[in-house]
């Protein structure tokens, strides 16, 4: 069973900095692309970045594009977010998700999230 943990998220002031880790569990993490969304209250999902299996091909929404920085660490089975100049409209529940392929999208398994809070 696939199972994707999501950690980092908390409050932070605006303009600062974040770092949100996924830790995957029951698969093999580097066959497979992975993505980050987010869903603020009253949202839809929003498609934020993605990364190829071998972290050699990245993607941004035109959103979050120069704030946001996608990595990962195949030996430690874990995709990073990286978030800075952090704005009021940051706030949401941020998940990471799995490609059913070696590219982002589609996502067949998701975490359960993790909050961020922007304070002014």
């Known amino acids: 069973q696939v199972q994707l943990v999501e950690s980092g998220g908390g409050l932070v002031q605006a303009g600062g900095s974040l770092r949100l880790s996924c830790v995957a569990s029951?698969?093999?993490?580097?066959?497979?692309?992975m993505g980050w969304f987010r869903q603020a209250p009253g949202k839809e999902r929003e498609f934020l970045a993605g990364i190829s299996r071998s972290g050699g091909s990245t993607a941004y929404a035109d959103s979050v594009k120069g704030r946001f920085t996608i990595s990962r660490d195949n030996a430690k089975n874990t995709v990073y977010l990286h978030i800075n100049s952090l704005k009021p409209e940051d706030p949401a529940v941020y998940y990471c998700?799995?490609?059913?392929?070696?590219?982002?999208?589609?996502?067949?398994?998701w975490g359960q999230g993790t909050q961020v809070t922007v304070s002014s």
């Open positions: 998700a799995r490609g059913t392929g070696s590219t982002w999208g589609p996502f067949d398994y």
């Open positions: 029951g698969g093999t993490f580097s066959r497979y692309g």
